[in-house]
């Protein structure tokens, strides 16, 4: 199984850019979750989903939109990216559909670099 | 909001020492506390999860503890080997979806 994967794993965009981060799932599990990851900081969730259908905000959701297109995916778009928003991004996934009572587990990340 | 602190954040030990990582939290309203290793430029990876109503969990050299009464937990780790050198994380599960994350303890294991 390849667990969680991302795509892309680099990306550089320049101010004003849009563009889809991508993440699956082959785990059959019911909730996924986007976090961002900054020097000096914690993780931090932006947005998740706690079943097919549903999505909802985290703590910095700001900038940023998601969609779950069926169980398996679960993608971030950046409308006009922005410096502040230059990060690593890890996408996760837990296979109950309640709240924080699972392991996640987590893809390898893309590193995104603002210009 | 939940408030997780990791400390040391940096350790460097020779090999074969025996080393304690150390989180606390500052509510004890937890469901579970997790523990996650990252190396450089890659994904987390859990390592042991301890329910709320649990007070340790054991897995191979490791072993974390967890104190909900004093908003603590520890992750022991036997015989420190060269190949455990990475970031510990330690994330807390509340009744919201989101883990909440401490800012990690970058473990340097030297031969």
């Known amino acids: 199984n390849a667990g969680v994967t991302q795509t892309p794993k680099f990306q550089v965009l320049k101010t004003g850019q849009s563009m889809t981060l991508q993440c699956a799932q082959d785990?059959?599990?019911?909730?996924m979750y986007w976090y961002r990851q900054d020097p000096g900081m914690g993780l931090r969730l932006i947005y998740y989903s706690a079943s097919e259908g549903t999505t909802d905000k985290g703590e910095v959701p700001n900038g940023y939109n998601v969609s779950r297109l069926n169980k398996r995916e679960f993608s971030l778009r950046l409308e006009s990216a922005a410096p502040s928003q230059t990060s690593v991004y890890f996408c996760?996934?837990?296979?109950?559909?309640?709240?924080?009572?699972?392991?996640?587990?987590f893809g390898p990340g893309t590193r995104l670099t603002v210009l | 909001k939940q408030e997780v602190t990791q400390i040391p954040a940096a350790l460097s030990v020779p090999e074969g020492e025996n080393l304690v990582l150390n989180c606390s939290f500052t509510d004890s309203a937890i469901y579970n506390l997790q523990w996650f290793r990252q190396d450089p430029g890659k994904g987390l990876t859990s390592l042991l999860l301890?329910?709320?109503?649990?007070r340790e969990q054991t897995s191979g050299r490791l072993n974390a503890s967890l104190d909900k009464s004093s908003g603590r937990s520890t992750l022991y780790i036997a015989a420190s080997q060269p190949g455990d050198s990475a970031t510990y994380l330690c994330?807390?599960?509340?009744?919201?979806?989101?883990?909440?994350f401490g800012k990690g303890t970058s473990l340097l294991v030297t031969p």
């Open positions: 994330a807390v599960g509340n009744s919201g979806y989101a883990l909440n």
């Open positions: 785990m059959n599990h019911n909730s």
């Open positions: 996760a996934s837990s296979p109950s559909g309640g709240r924080s009572i699972d392991t996640q587990y």
């Open positions: 301890i329910q709320s109503s649990q």
